[in-house]
Structure formats: structure tokens, C-alpha cells
């Protein structure tokens, strides 16, 4: 139901923007959030938006550098990411939190639906 794409390999300092698109159900009305996974590491939070757009929270490793936004209309959330580094190689997932309001939460446990995950490569 959750379809990330937009992964692949860059170089430290490029960008990238991943989407995650919504179908089987509307997800207008959720908080959604980007987690990442590196190899031999815990799934990490790194941004997630309000259902309005009107409240976000980005970790703290890539505040200033990646933007996440959302367009309820295409059903579709962004994570648009700038000044890549190597330490944010990982694979990245798409969720989404059924909580009501403009509640953002952190915690994986927190969200409902999953995408597949879209691998993002930094090189060096």
C-alpha cells in the first residue's frame, strides 16, 4: 500500500528525493514518516509530517539537510535530501501513524502501514 522510490547511488554532497506514494487507501488524514536502516544497525526515524503539512519533526542528524513534505491531492509523500554523507547510506521506508491530529511521533512502533524501502547509496 506504501510505494518508495526515488533511492540510488550519489555522491557525498548531491541530493536526492525520495516519494512514497499511498494506494488501496487514502492516507490523507495520517501522519507519515521516513525511517531508515543501515546494515547491521536499528531502523532509525528520520522526518515525519502532520496529515495538514502543517507540523514536521526531522532528526536531529539531518536537520538543515533533508526536507520532508507531502501532497494529500496525489496521495504522495517527499523526502527531499541535500548534502548527502556517506553515514546516511541506508535503506529507506515510507510509514504511516492512523493517530488523529497533528501528533508527529519518532517511534517506529508508533506506525500502522509500511512501504517495501528504497535503497539510498552516499559514496565517498
Known amino acids: 500500500q506504501l510505494q518508495a522510490s526515488g533511492g540510488g547511488l550519489v555522491q557525498a554532497g548531491g541530493s536526492l528525493r525520495l516519494s512514497c506514494t499511498a494506494s488501496g487507501r487514502t492516507f490523507s488524514r495520517d501522519t507519515m514518516g521516513w525511517f531508515r536502516q543501515a546494515p547491521g544497525k536499528e531502523r532509525q526515524f528520520v522526518a515525519a509530517?502532520?496529515?495538514?503539512?502543517?507540523?514536521?519533526y526531522s532528526a536531529d542528524s539531518v536537520k538543515g539537510r533533508f526536507t520532508i513534505s507531502r501532497d494529500n491531492a496525489k496521495n504522495t509523500v517527499y523526502l527531499q535530501m541535500n548534502s548527502l554523507k556517506p553515514e546516511d547510506t541506508a535503506v529507506y521506508y515510507c510509514a504511516a501513524d492512523k493517530s488523529v491530529g497533528e501528533v508527529v511521533r519518532s517511534r517506529a512502533w508508533a506506525y500502522d502501514y509500511w512501504g517495501q524501502g528504497t535503497q539510498v547509496t552516499v559514496s565517498s
Open positions: 509530517i502532520s496529515w495538514s503539512g502543517g507540523t514536521t
